[in-house]
């Protein structure tokens, strides 16, 4: 009667008869192919880790003292279902198992005097956020920047249960609306907590 | 003679002569290839760092300046070309792995008089990201430093480019001004 190695490649024992040699030959040989497919697959995984990135580039009116959650109508990368914009186009949304880096770069127009302009990046209730503010511009010093820029950036983990939505909220305190332009939203899965990579 | 469904090793099948010897050979061999195979796979995080080493650069009336990087400090994983080194200075990158990269640059400048506002921008076939900084209305605190970071997705060798610009006020007016230290990090974040 064949045995395994802790890892499930069976050998003939000695007492085994030498007849059914070519059978054990198999058995070990097929043992070994799927164990090291098993290998190859998830080297592959971690080379292909899931991540997306969604961009926008038609204004998007920002009034004082609201706050307008950021839409996206490009879809610049996806390698695991994380964005479909036919169904929401807020969402970046994180399913795969695993410790994930998020950020998005937004970009806005500019209005008289001084205001603050804020940034948060939300994610599924329970799992906190990241929120970056900066003070906006009233752009009397020069033609440019035409436009002011934000660039919050966060950790979420994803328990590969309950998938994680993603999304960037904008608020801003001037005195009049003012609109937000180039945009992009991304997130990457940096690593997983348990159970490998 | 079989091979296994995966991996293709051989093994012989009931019909086969006994050559044990021969046929246990075959397998590890052929396991030995495959495995150096997926070992040779296992390589560094595909990664750049390109810097200014120890050269200024002069940033004139503008209104922006490709950021100019004199050293390649870190070239890993095949992130460039291994020419890329040779070539410098440079103010463009062509990452060489197709999928999606991450990407920070800084740049230090010093305490210029009269001006409002820096940017530093990273661009490819379009915009990435852009950081901007309004200067202190007086020189109390020497150098400054600003930086960036953004994501875009890269096509791979022949294909988009990366770069940092920057600019400063008053465009037209201004005087020539250095920028001192600067650098520009990419790393591969997903595979496509």
Known sequence: MPANT??????????DPIANTQIYFQDMATDIDTLVDQFSDRLIAAGTRPAAKASGIANQALAPLTNVTCTWVGEDFDNDNM???AVNNTFITLTDQGFYMVG???GLSNTAGTYGVRATLTFSAGLGGGIQTLRGSSNTLDPSP????????SMVYCDGITPVNCTVVMRQNAAASINIQDRNFWAAKVSNLMGGF | MGVTPNRGYPYPDPTSPMRITTDLQALAEAVDTDIKVEQDSIIQRPIFRA?????RQEYGPGPTVDVSYAVLEQNSGGAL?????SLMPQTTFTPLIPGLWGFTATVEYPQWLGIGWVKLSLYSNFWIASSIATEMPNNVDGNRTISVTGVNHFSGPGGNTVRAVFEANPIGTRAV???????????LLARD
């Open chain 1, 83 to 85: 964005i479909d914009l």
């Open chain 1, 6 to 15: 802790p890892r499930g490649i069976s050998y003939p024992l000695y007492t």
């Open chain 1, 104 to 106: 998005a770069s937004v």
């Open chain 2, 177 to 187: 001004f250095p920028m001192f230290s600067r650098s520009l990090t990419g790393f």
């Open chain 1, 146 to 153: 035409t436009q002011t820029y934000i660039n919050p950036l």
């Open chain 2, 81 to 85: 070309a291994a020419s890329t080194a």
């Open chain 2, 51 to 55: 810097s200014g080493g120890g050269d």
